[in-house]
RNA sequence: GCGGGCGUGGCGGAAUUGGUAGACGCGCCGGAUUUAGGUUCCGGUGGCGAGAGUCGUGGGGGUUCGAGUCCCUCCGCCCGCACCA
């Protein structure tokens, strides 16, 4: 019986010691037991880590020690997503240089994250910004040139004008920039493209296979994919309307079954035509700047409501020369999609509806739903986009749409227009390529030269890496590598002459789109991978991560993957087979009667008769408790990993941050939360210590206590591993607690001395519990597998091995229902027949007495489930 | 508008996937130990009822011997995408 506290701050270092020591995370490339790559998403050098890097961290780790005991070669390494804007704003604001902010960063975040105990092997550790590692993304970048994988175009960009800088797509939310949140402006500018377009529909396949993707993260991508099967048709122009003699008009539509439904044809703003006929016609030159005007933020595009101008030019209809429709410009059609020209059907299109009722074009139904009279429908404000029956569309009618669509695909495809098909075939994706080129310094440099006679010229290969200058300066705004000048200029490493250097750097989404690989053979000179290692590795089993990867980070993964097969780095496609997406961690907020933001390391929680209240530590002036948030700077409901584990330890943050709530949701962290799990720390102590005294016994059989105790011991580790399996820590949590208060129990039961058989089921379930504890709170787990007596490390313990025979009952206690309602129990032994059930089932008083004398009509047995009997 | 998810005690959540609703934790109530306790231990804790019971998984309906779980419908909340032709 021992009275000593678990002491987490003397034990959690002298552990972590013993580790590094023996080096028992450091994984081996020719370690010949089957391989396990757990990976959660590496971290920002922001500073210092946040709670939600210790839940996301936690959770790897579990998976890594879970795994490793388990027999596998588990690759768990960790690294740093360190080129990006911040480095560039610190410099700019306290005057130092983006490296020394960073990796000073690094050097801070790295011992936190040592603090809390994680089985990471730290000998492959890498940073994005270290030439080491961006040395062969440039190399990448040359062999992705060569293989046609990239494209140098000009293009309608998103500008960041705070920033200073392109972003992608992917990176414009709500019409503003991912970082600055500055509205986004459109401007021309020439940009490397990674070509992801191109594989599209390979993106859009494989996920299908993904099946340990979450659903969501898979419907979202399909939808960024975003694939739509239509028709390209050629309208004929009214010659006696066009500007300059053009012929004809492309449009693309995913409806031909409407065509008949057509009442006018739109043009996006900057279509060549709309230019051709703005040229001679100011007003709508004026309406065109309008519309540029409106364009340059996106949301703007999203509010605007729907405006055209009538160019005076007419389309022939595909299949009647005497129907001519006007062609308008329109503000809601995109360039950028499609041909940036459309048909519109008001009837069965909500937007073209809307449009047609701002101009007066009318609207005639070409689709009716099944039940209704066709002379009787009309569409007036709703678009109807239903199935139903083709009317008022000639050959068509009578049809399906799905049918109507396939025959007008067919005519359209062997009519002719100036020689060719008026119609085709058209997949069409919403997937943009992927702009990587951004106007500043601390990034990836892209690795070619511009000379005015030989053009856009690589670095030659030999020349790698190119290395960003240290001596740069911030005080002005824009890329200092534009005024480098003994950087820029350089000879053209094909004619010799002068020439320039590319000063655009990379995206910082390309870093983190193959850190997985590199982490496979970091110690690599050569090449960015070793391709047999990587395969031998890839893909990561396990990915942990945040939401907000879903589209971004993932998307472009899976697209370099591929790009590296093709180049030959690696020959896998898919770069993670398994995906988990791990939930914020909340907190409430607090404000005090001046409504400012106040931190909880301020406060103090008061509960009196149920009612929490607050008060301002320093004043006891009293404190709002507003809602529950997630942890950010602004709203100050942040609680600092370090003052947790400097006054908890890491384990109480690590065992609290997986107890409760499921992974995937947000856990809301709580003081009494915390202070719960830290008290079962110590209450797992004195259980392993009450333990530990009794004598060592090796009985000949077990009593029923003992048997009962083992059971329980087995069940738990049983459950333990399907849950961890499938990530549900918070389950783990409760059969932890289950089985410790089981023990708690037997102990507690015992008046005398302990019998030798309940003392060997005591210490056999004392070892198992402290095995299903590892994974969570190694630290505790050592300290305690010590206090049993063993000499091994619980680092390094195989996992338990279950006994299945332990958790089949000999007899079994099966729930009676009559008519659905729980009545009684019942007792049979496992194998009983359904007869012998019944019978024991009919013979019970609750069951008689329930029956009230109406006679049985059915027995249902359900084999080790439950009986009910229906009278 | 389109797509996805969710709704269970005072709170976070379990429920073997159609089979005893509320595991486990937090909180709360009572008792014991303690000079004291923001320690530890024991007991209790969905509502109503003295009790046998009875009601109960957002509301209503359905399928079934049996529904938190399946189907229909309505309500509420959350997330993602959004003029994509």
């Not at 175009?153 to 797509?169: E, F, G, H, I, Y």
């Not at 359209?412 to 085709?424: A, F, M, S, Y």
């Not at 110590?682 to 009962?708: F, K, S, T």
């Not at 402290?770 to 091994?792: D, K, N, W, Y």
């Amino acid at each position: 019986m021992t009275s000593e506290r678990y002491n987490a701050r003397e034990a959690e270092p002298k552990w972590r010691g013993v580790w590094e020591q023996k080096g028992l995370f450091d994984t081996r490339n020719d370690d010949p037991r089957p391989k396990y790559y757990v990976l959660e998403m590496f971290p920002y050098p922001s500073g210092r880590i946040h709670m939600g890097h210790v839940r996301n961290y936690a959770m790897g780790d579990v998976v890594a020690r879970y795994k490793r005991a388990r027999g596998f070669n588990v690759l768990h390494p960790m690294g740093w997503d360190a080129f990006g804007m911040p480095a560039e704003n610190a410099a700019m604001a306290n005057k130092t240089h983006p490296a020394a902010w960073t990796y000073a960063n690094i050097a801070t975040m790295r011992d936190q994250l040592k603090s809390m105990g994680l089985s990471l092997d730290w000998k492959r550790e890498i940073a994005t910004c270290d030439p080491s590692y961006y040395k062969h993304q440039q190399r990448m970048f040359l062999d992705f040139l060569e293989a046609g994988l990239i494209d140098r175009k000009t293009a309608k960009v998103n500008w960041d004008p705070v920033d200073r800088t392109v972003l992608a797509n992917e990176q414009v939310i709500d019409g503003r920039g991912w970082r600055s949140g500055a509205l986004v402006e459109q401007r021309e500018l020439t940009q490397w493209f990674f070509k992801i377009s191109d594989h599209a529909q390979d993106l859009l396949d494989a996920l299908d296979g993904l099946d340990r993707w979450p659903e969501k993260v898979r419907t979202m991508q399909k939808n960024w994919i975003g694939r739509s099967e239509g028709l390209k048709v050629r309208f004929a122009l009214d010659p006696a309307t066009v500007p300059g003699g053009e012929g004809e008009l492309e449009i693309y539509t995913t409806r031909p079954d409407t065509l008949f439904g057509a009442k006018f044809m739109a043009l996006a703003p900057d279509h060549p035509l709309a230019r051709a006929a703005a040229a001679k016609n100011p007003a709508l030159a004026a309406f065109i700047d309008e519309c540029k005007r409106m364009g340059t933020a996106q949301e703007a595009i999203d509010r605007a409501e729907k405006k055209g101008f009538d160019t005076g030019i007419r389309a022939v209809h595909p299949f009647d020369p005497s129907w001519t429709l006007p062609v308008y410009v329109a503000n809601f059609i995109l360039m950028d999609y499609g041909t940036g020209a459309i048909f519109g059907c008001p009837a069965h299109d909500q937007r073209d509806l809307d449009f047609v009722n701002a101009y007066g074009l009318g609207v005639r139904p070409v689709v009716c739903p099944e039940g209704t009279e066709p002379s009787t429908f009309t569409v007036t404000d709703v678009a109807y986009d239903g199935e139903g029956r083709m009317i008022n569309s000639r050959f068509l009618d009578g049809m399906t749409p799905a049918e109507a669509r396939e025959e007008v695909a067919k005519r359209l495809e062997t009519e002719t227009l100036n020689g060719r098909p008026v119609g085709e075939r058209k997949v069409n994706f919403r997937l943009r390529d992927w702009g990587i080129s951004r106007q500043r310094y601390w990034g990836c440099p892209i690795p070619v030269i511009h000379c005015d006679a030989c053009g856009v010229v690589p670095v030659p290969k030999s020349d790698l890496p190119v290395k960003l200058p240290d001596d740069v300066t911030f005080d002005v705004p824009g890329n200092p590598l534009d005024r480098h000048p003994s950087w820029r200029n350089v000879p053209c490493p094909r004619c010799a002459k002068p020439a320039r250097r590319e000063t655009d750097t990379m995206d910082t989404f390309v870093d983190s789109s193959w850190y997985f690989a590199r982490f496979t053979d970091p110690w690599n000179e050569a090449d960015p991978t070793d391709p047999a290692t990587a395969d031998a590795w890839l893909p990561v089993d396990q990915y942990i991560g945040g939401i907000e990867h879903a589209i971004l980070h993932l998307l472009y993964s899976r697209f370099f993957m591929r790009a590296m097969r093709r180049t030959g780095h690696a020959g896998i496609d898919e770069p993670f087979a398994g995906l988990f997406t791990q939930g914020m961690v909340v907190h409430e907020t607090y404000r005090t009667a001046d409504g400012s933001w106040v931190s909880p390391a301020e406060i103090r929680i008061l509960s009196e008769g149920g009612e929490r209240r607050a008060q301002l530590l320093a004043t006891g002036e009293p404190v709002t408790i507003g809602s529950i948030e997630k942890m950010s700077k602004s709203k100050r409901n942040t609680v600092d990993p370090d003052d947790i584990i400097g006054s908890y330890g890491a384990d109480t943050a690590r065992w609290f941050m997986l107890s409760d709530s499921p992974p995937e949701r947000d856990v809301i962290w709580t003081e009494e939360g915390v202070q719960g799990a830290a008290r079962f720390t110590q209450r797992m102590w004195r259980l392993v210590n009450d333990i530990a005294v009794l004598p060592r016994a090796a009985p000949a059989a077990y009593g029923p206590a003992a048997l009962a105790m083992r059971k329980a011991a087995h069940r738990a580790l049983i459950r333990t591993e399907e849950d961890v399996e499938r990530l549900r820590f918070n389950r783990c949590v409760a059969h932890v607690y289950e089985l410790a208060n089981a023990l708690q129990a037997a102990i507690g039961a015992q008046e005398t001395a302990c019998p030798d058989d309940l003392a060997a089921a005591l210490r056999e379930a004392a070892d198992i519990l402290v095995a299903i504890v590892a994974p969570i709170m190694p630290h505790l787990a050592e300290e305690c597998r010590s206090a049993l007596g063993h000499a091994t490390l619980a680092a390094e313990t195989p996992w338990p091995v279950a006994d299945r025979s332990l958790v089949v009952e000999d007899e079994i206690t099966l729930p009676v229902q009559v008519n659905g309602k729980k009545r009684a129990d019942v007792t049979v032994a496992r194998d009983a027949d359904s007869a012998s059930i019944e019978a024991a089932v009919l013979a019970l008083d609750a069951v008689r007495k329930a029956l009230e004398d109406r006679p049985v009509r059915k027995i249902i047995v359900v084999p080790q489930r439950i009986v009910n009997v229906v009278g």
